[in-house]
């Protein structure tokens, strides 16, 4: 009998760092059994739908396992020594910097830590950047020039202390679930919590909503303006601490009162009802245990930075600060940006929270790191950095763990940009993705289940991410990639590293370095784990920085101490902006980007767990009823969206929970899964000056109809190469492959293709093996390819998208052999008579249809949602879905 292995790791997706009991069942095969962690303090057992689901994206599926120079197979030594060669001659030719790196908040703290210490310590440039610059950069700016350094104030616990929250752009039921959950089960105890909901669409947040203030895009600085100005006109505001432990408070309260001068007029420049407005001000005033959470709806604006210090001003008014139940709580978007923002990871940051642009600081990492070389100026913030690429400023990149190509704003020009540099390396655990299909070199690196090492989540949590599995193929770990580079460049001594807990030792111990009153006190302080061993590095439970001798800080700035260099918060006045690019004649309306519940980036991950893509199966654009019908845009069509940089294809969601004028659309499609589903090629590149942070959430379009001629459902065991379809959407199911395809051309003859694309070999295209109903004149054409083996694949066509909705027959994939009920109803897309038939997916966690739903709700009078949990066990899970389930009550 062998002996269970559980261990104890973090999950790998969003800020919350929820911690992950994993049982080992078979480490060969990498089967593992996933479940929350009951001890880790960020989620007390608690998973959300993607967490749940990571058993099911371990595999090798799609996984780079060999290191590969200009597409053939390569071992390591000529890989390695190709981007030292490539890298030390641009170095010679051009400088340093010529040479760029832009890694991820995926990457653990050790990687991260290697990365910044080679280019900003040794190479001599700031180059490097990060995806956590599209995500955190603003509100990284705001706590600095607010508290003089980038540090959250708060943490988990809070958010349960509260009597009141505001989410401002924040759809934290959907993008940080597990810390929602907290929020719900808060307002569960204490009814009397006040939740409000600051977002221009009405989103799953706002299912526990006691207001919802829709906000004109982009007008959040000033709503949070006209309450500070309200604040000091009721007398709100803590004289004794604004006295005592700030400064700038006058000339903030002139510059708002001149932006926002009352209820009225902050009301109708955001386009609220006063009324409602001064709800919030009345509630914001009265309540002292306030915490106001702000996440990207905020910080990715041309003037995110000032949103996030429009916020925290109305923080320090009202002291409400480094206590229990209270402060700005900024949510972060990666499971590790707070480590790389710990180790410099930005562009203009230096090691250990120090700054580049401060001698004494750059001095003293140089003295540390043993380097003459330090950089001592920033470098290019992550839109800056491609805009070098592409003027041939950058001669080599090296890409770690993201994919810009998809996920960066005008990403047709980062493509472009990339096509058209010197030498482009690609560090990842994923072989093909948009960036990867542009690299010269690619390097394996370790998967989430195969890392070792530390990441700190968005309370400020550390938290150790240990290995499940040994490393794939010839996988290897970031930092190691990182060393071996560092040690081809002449850097061996100082890049001589053997595990993960040495790398961490040295960060911890630079963060400790001459951090004492003598030299200025900083705040992010190691110092009680810069000696920690390697079996207690092991052995590391969670805590938060700063960690000293007693342990870990559960809030900071309490005692009004501040690391500015009077000691005292400063007060930003704050001059509200709109977006740089408004909507015009030509671009009428204003997109809105974001995540959808169950997927996570660019699905690399996700997208190979089958329960993750039955929620939402391709790219979709939300629009306003009146907006719709204004544009005879049919549900369920689909539209052509365009900006002045790019375009794309989406499916036409209509939702009255969609601010008229505004569009959304969901980030995660690529040019790997999709056609046109690259939410980034639409995005305009505008960038909040300081930060550095693109305009994501503002972008003016248009949309119209495009002219499909036809529409298709496609369901296949095999992976099919479908480029001759316009439009074209793969996500991956349980045992097959499921296609949404449409074309603008008539004149297909389907029952050729079909037999020429589906059969895997000639005896499979025999008749015996085919099931074929075709209408000529309607456009109708239906077929499936039924084997020994089961059912291999089955096509339905129509001249509109009304199509069967396949989830029935994605249930005959398990099957070895089709009933003659089955083969007869297959191509009807229904099942036969006395089969359950559960429509599409509602619940994730337990795989409960729409159509299960209702008919319980039916036929059991169920009431709310705690009856159809109980009946079903639908929302009893991570109760995403919750707000959904709550519709079907209602009709």
Not at 522 to 532: M, P, T, V
Request: proline share 5%.
């Amino acid at each position: 009998m062998s002996l269970t292995t559980i261990v104890k790791t973090t999950c790998p997706y969003c800020g919350v760092g929820c911690g992950i009991s994993a049982e080992i069942e078979d480490a060969a095969g990498h089967r593992v059994r996933i479940a929350g962690d009951p001890e880790h303090p960020a989620n007390f057992g608690r998973l959300c739908s993607k967490g749940a689901a990571l058993a099911d994206t371990v595999s090798l599926e799609n996984r780079l396992l060999h290191p590969r120079i200009g597409g053939a197979r390569a071992d390591w030594d000529s890989a390695l020594d190709l981007v030292a060669e490539r890298f030390r001659a641009a170095i010679a030719e051009h400088g340093p910097d010529s040479v760029a790196f832009y890694v991820s908040g995926q990457l653990l703290t050790e990687d991260y830590y290697v990365a910044n210490k080679l280019m900003k310590g040794f190479i001599g440039s700031a180059n490097i950047d990060t995806n956590s610059r599209l995500c955190m950069s603003s509100a990284v700016v705001g706590y600095k020039r607010a508290f003089g350094a980038d540090a959250v104030p708060c943490n988990y616990e809070d958010l349960e202390l509260a009597d009141l929250i505001v989410l401002v752009g924040s759809n934290a039921a959907w993008c940080h679930p597990v810390a929602f959950q907290r929020i719900r089960k808060a307002k569960e105890r204490n009814p009397a919590l006040k939740i409000v909901v600051v977002d221009p669409r009405r989103t799953a947040s706002c299912d526990i909503a006691d207001l919802h203030l829709p906000i004109q895009p982009g007008m959040d600085a000033l709503l949070f303006d006209g309450l500070l100005g309200h604040l000091a006109a009721v007398a709100a505001t803590d004289a004794a601490y604004i006295t005592a432990y700030t400064e700038g408070f006058e000339a903030a309260l002139a510059q708002a009162r001149s932006a926002a001068p009352d209820i009225a007029a902050t009301a109708a420049a955001c386009g609220l009802a006063a009324a409602e407005v001064g709800l919030l001000f009345d509630w914001f005033a009265a309540t002292e245990k306030t915490v106001t959470v702000y996440s990207q709806g905020i910080n990715q604006s041309s003037s995110g930075s000032d949103k996030c210090n429009a916020i925290i001003n109305c923080h320090l008014a009202t002291g409400r600060i480094g206590r229990p139940g209270m402060g700005p709580f900024s949510f972060t978007g990666q499971p590790n940006a707070m480590g790389g923002r710990e180790v410099g990871g930005l562009a203009n940051m230096l090691a250990a929270h120090m700054d580049l642009d401060n001698p004494v600081h750059v001095d003293r990492v140089g003295r540390f790191w043993g380097s003459q070389r330090v950089a001592d100026r920033q470098g290019l913030k992550a839109l800056e950095l491609f805009d070098a690429v592409a003027a041939g400023k950058i001669k080599a990149i090296w890409i770690v763990a993201t994919n810009p190509v998809a996920s960066m704003p005008d990403a047709d020009r980062v493509r472009q940009a990339l096509q058209a540099c010197d030498f482009v390396v690609v560090s990842d655990c994923i072989a093909d993705t948009d960036t990867t299909r542009l690299a010269h070199v690619l390097l394996p690196a370790t998967g989430w289940s195969e890392k070792d090492g530390s990441v700190t989540n968005l309370e400020r949590r550390i938290s150790r991410q240990r290995a499940l599995f040994a490393p794939s193929g010839e996988a290897r770990h970031d930092w190691w990639i990182f060393s071996q580079v560092a040690q081809r460049l002449g850097f061996g001594e100082a890049f001589a590293y053997r595990s993960s807990a040495e790398i961490f030792r040295e960060h911890a111990a630079l963060s400790a370095f001459e951090n004492d009153a003598g030299h200025g006190r900083r705040d992010f302080d190691l110092s009680g784990l810069a000696d920690l061993s390697d079996p207690a590095y092991s052995d590391l439970q969670p805590l938060q920085w700063p960690v000293n001798a007693a342990g870990g800080t559960a809030r900071l700035f309490g005692d009004g101490r501040f690391f500015t260099a009077n000691g005292k918060a400063h007060f930003v006045p704050v001059s509200p902006r709109p977006p740089r690019h408004v909507p015009d004649a030509n671009y009428p309306f204003t997109l809105n980007t974001g995540r959808l519940r169950d997927q996570w980036h660019t699905m690399t991950r996700t997208g190979l767990a089958a329960k993750l893509n039955t929620h939402q199966v391709e790219p979709c654009v939300e629009i306003h009823p009146d907006d719709a019908a204004c544009l005879q845009l049919p549900a369920g069509a689909i539209a052509k969206l365009t900006s002045r940089w790019g375009a794309m294809l989406a499916k036409i969601a209509i939702s009255a929970e969609q601010r008229p004028g505004s569009l959304f659309v969901p980030m995660h499609w690529t040019g790997v899964n999709s056609s046109h589903g690259r939410m980034g090629a639409l995005v305009n590149p505008v960038v909040d000056p300081l930060s550095g942070q693109p305009e994501s959430k503002q972008t003016p379009v248009a949309i119209e109809a495009w002219p499909a001629r036809w529409h298709a459902v496609l369901l296949s065991r095999q992976a099919l190469p479908l480029s001759d379809c316009e439009y074209r959407v793969e996500m991956r199911g349980d045992g097959f492959y499921r296609y949404q395809l449409a074309g603008g051309h008539t004149g297909r003859d389907w029952r050729t293709w079909s037999r020429h694309r589906l059969a895997a070999n000639a005896a499979e295209r025999l008749d015996r093996h085919w099931l074929e109903y075709s209408d000529p004149p309607s456009g109708d054409f239906r077929t499936a390819l039924i084997t020994e083996a089961g059912l291999q694949a089955c096509l339905f066509v129509g001249a509109g998208p009304e199509l069967p909705e396949p989830g029935w027959i994605a249930t005959l994939f398990g099957k070895t052999a089709l009933s003659r009920g089955e083969r007869l109803s297959l191509l009807s897309g229904a099942p036969p008579a006395g089969e359950a038939d559960i429509g599409r997916i509602v619940c994730s966690c337990f795989n409960v249809g729409e159509k299960t739903i209702r008919q319980a709700v039916r036929d059991r009078k169920l009431g709310n949602v705690a009856e159809i949990g109980a009946c079903l066990g639908a929302g009893t899970g991570c109760g995403s879905c919750l707000p959904e389930l709550k519709v079907f009550l209602a009709t």
